[in-house]
């Protein structure tokens, strides 16, 4: 998901440097709703880490 997020970035930061600026958005939007999802989740992980619950069985 964080590969997503990073992909989405690259292509927001080209299609604003190419003058496409409706695509850049987009991306951008998208690629910040990436990020998000997996920080959400990454600490939702290391929060069920610390209290020793088993999330990968």
């Not at 997020?5 to 998208?30: D, K, M, Q, W």
């Not at 910040?32 to 610390?50: E, N, P």
Request: net charge positive.
């Amino acid at each position: 998901m964080l590969k997503l997020a990073i992909l989405f970035f690259i292509i927001s930061v080209v299609a604003g440097a190419l003058g496409f600026t409706g695509v850049s958005e987009g991306a951008g939007r998208i690629a910040k709703v990436l990020f998000f999802v997996f920080m959400t989740l990454f600490v939702l992980a290391v929060a069920a880490i610390i209290l020793g619950i088993q999330v990968l069985t």
